[in-house]
C-alpha cells in the first residue's frame, strides 16, 4: 500500500515513520510536518493512505479529509490526534479510523490490518462482498445501480432489493474500481451503464435517474465537467 503521513509534530512523525518502516507492504510516498506540502502530494493521487494530525497551522487534517472526499480521491484516512472532539466530524467524512495519542503501536497496525482487510473484500472477481450480521452477501457488481450514503451507513441499490452496509464510501470505491462506476458527489457512487438522465438540480449539482430503480443519485457540476470531458 502507498501511505503518506502528515504531522506538524517532528516527533511524532517520527513515531509513524518508524513503525511504518517495518511493514513490508508498505510503500512511503511522503512524511512530512508541512500540511501544505501534504496536501499538494494528495492532489497527485498517488498514496491509497494518508495518516493526518487534525490540528495544524494552515490546513487541517480535517480540511484534507474533507477534500479527498469532495474530488472522490481513492485515498483512505487515518486521523491520529491528540483530540476527541472531533470524532464525529472525522466519521461523517468516511475515516477509516480514528486513533488517539498518546497510542501504541499495537493501535496502529490494528487499524493497517483492518484496511487491509476491507481493501482484500472485493478480490473476488465480479462481485462485491458485504459481511453482515449473521451471513455474507455476495452482490455481482455489475448488478449495482448506485450508492448512497446517509449518516453511518451506507445504501447499495441494484434492480431487486437494497442492501445496508457500513462500509465507507472511500472503502466501496475502492472495491467499484471499473470504469463504470464513479464518485458523483460526497454520499454517492453511480454506475454510469444503468444512468437515464442527469438534470439540473442546482447552479452546482445535477439529479441523475437510473433505469431499474425510481431512487435519484447526485452528481456534482465538476463531476459533471469530468464525465463531459472523458466519457460523452
Do not use: C, W
Not at 510516498?29 to 491509497?48: G, H, L, M, S, V
Amino acid at each position: 500500500m502507498k501511505v503518506g503521513i502528515v504531522d506538524d509534530r517532528i516527533i511524532d512523525l517520527d513515531k509513524l515513520k518508524y513503525i511504518l518502516q517495518e511493514e513490508e507492504d508498505v510503500e512511503l510516498i511522503f512524511a512530512t510536518t508541512n500540511p501544505e506540502e501534504a496536501y499538494a502530494e494528495i492532489q497527485k493521487n498517488k498514496i491509497d493512505l494518508l495518516i493526518a494530525d487534525i490540528e495544524m497551522p494552515g490546513i487541517s487534517g480535517y480540511e484534507l479529509a474533507d477534500f479527498i472526499q469532495t474530488h472522490g480521491l481513492l485515498i483512505s484516512v487515518i486521523f491520529v490526534t491528540a483530540k476527541s472532539g472531533y470524532a464525529v466530524h472525522a466519521f461523517e467524512l468516511n475515516v477509516h479510523d480514528y486513533i488517539l495519542k498518546p497510542y501504541k503501536k499495537e493501535r496502529l497496525l490494528q487499524a493497517l490490518a483492518k484496511y487491509r482487510d476491507k481493501q482484500h473484500a472485493g478480490n473476488l472477481t465480479g462481485r462485491l462482498i458485504l459481511k453482515q450480521k449473521g451471513h455474507i452477501e455476495m452482490i455481482p457488481k455489475k448488478d449495482i445501480i448506485f450508492a448512497e450514503r446517509t449518516g453511518r451507513s451506507t445504501t447499495i441499490y441494484t434492480p431487486n432489493q437494497s442492501y445496508e452496509t457500513y462500509m465507507t464510501m472511500n472503502e466501496l470505491e475502492g472495491s467499484l474500481r471499473e470504469n463504470n462506476f464513479i464518485r458523483s458527489h460526497r454520499s454517492f457512487i453511480i454506475n454510469l451503464h444503468f444512468v437515464k438522465s442527469f438534470s439540473i438540480y442546482t447552479k452546482k449539482s445535477y439529479s441523475v435517474t437510473f433505469e431499474g430503480t425510481k431512487q435519484i443519485a447526485m452528481l456534482t457540476k465538476e463531476k459533471m465537467d469530468y464525465l463531459q470531458k472523458y466519457y460523452f
